[in-house]
């Protein structure tokens, strides 16, 4: 069965740093393109970043030169490392597996809060 | 800016049809934009409904319906069930590695 299980995530203050994981299974994640989409509390969904299958990496301007989308093969795990956090960073960060262009099996998500 | 286009709300009665569309704040979308629609639950993740404009994703049922009408991609929900009540959100795909989300319709039956 594939499962994607998000974690890393929690309060963390204004400036500051947090890496989450998306620890997979029942498919190779350096197989597939994989994407982190975020929700902020009571707004929509949006699209963060993703990985190609052969290594690109593309961002979302809102988060282009903070955060880093990166993945482990020998652990089967995508990772998404986020700096200078701010505020409007504050929401549920989803990973899922990126086919035919759009999102295909998501994760069940880890909220991130960004605040003093 | 590109600004992806749905509208907030709508309303359905059961067992009745109901259109969401998915716009461009500027231009027309068509198959090359790749739209996908998911349904959301509170506090659950999303569930992809359709990709590729009008392929349904695994286990949905065929009540759901992805098409282009006019200058929109669009959703189609035939005999609304009442666990239908969802909010629905389109994505299109821009290119090189880049995906916009529109705002997201919460759908009412009743």
């Known amino acids: 069965e594939v499962q994607l299980v998000e974690s890393g995530g929690g309060l963390v203050q204004p400036g500051g740093s947090l890496r989450l994981s998306c620890a997979a299974s029942?498919?190779?994640?350096?197989?597939?393109?994989m994407s982190w989409v975020r929700q902020a509390p009571g707004k929509g969904l949006e699209w963060v970043s993703v990985?190609?299958?052969?290594?690109?990496?593309y961002y979302a301007d809102s988060v282009k030169g903070r955060f880093t989308i990166s993945r482990d093969s020998s652990k089967n795990t995508l990772y998404l490392q986020m700096n200078s956090l701010r505020a409007e960073d504050t929401a549920v960060y989803y990973c899922?597996?990126?086919?035919?262009?759009?999102?295909?099996?998501w994760g069940q998500g880890t909220m991130v809060t960004v605040s003093s | 800016q590109t600004v992806v286009t749905q509208e907030p709300s709508f309303s359905v009665s059961p067992g009745g049809t109901v259109t969401l569309t998915c716009g461009l704040s500027?231009?027309?979308?068509?198959?090359?934009?790749?739209p996908s629609w998911y349904q959301q639950t509170p506090g659950q993740a999303p569930r992809t409904l359709i990709y590729n404009t009008n392929t349904r994703s695994s286990g949905v049922p065929d009540r759901f319906s992805g098409s282009i009408l006019g200058n929109k991609a669009a959703l189609t929900i035939t005999g609304a069930q009442a666990d239908d009540e969802s909010d629905y959100y389109c994505v299109l795909y821009m290119g090189s590695g880049n995906w916009v989300f529109g705002g997201g319709t919460k759908l009412t039956v009743l």
């Open positions: 029942g498919f190779t994640v350096s197989s597939n393109y």
């Open positions: 990985i190609y299958s052969g290594g690109n990496t």
């Open positions: 899922a597996i990126t086919r035919e262009r759009a999102f295909d099996i």
């Open positions: 500027s231009g027309s979308v068509s198959t090359s934009y790749y």
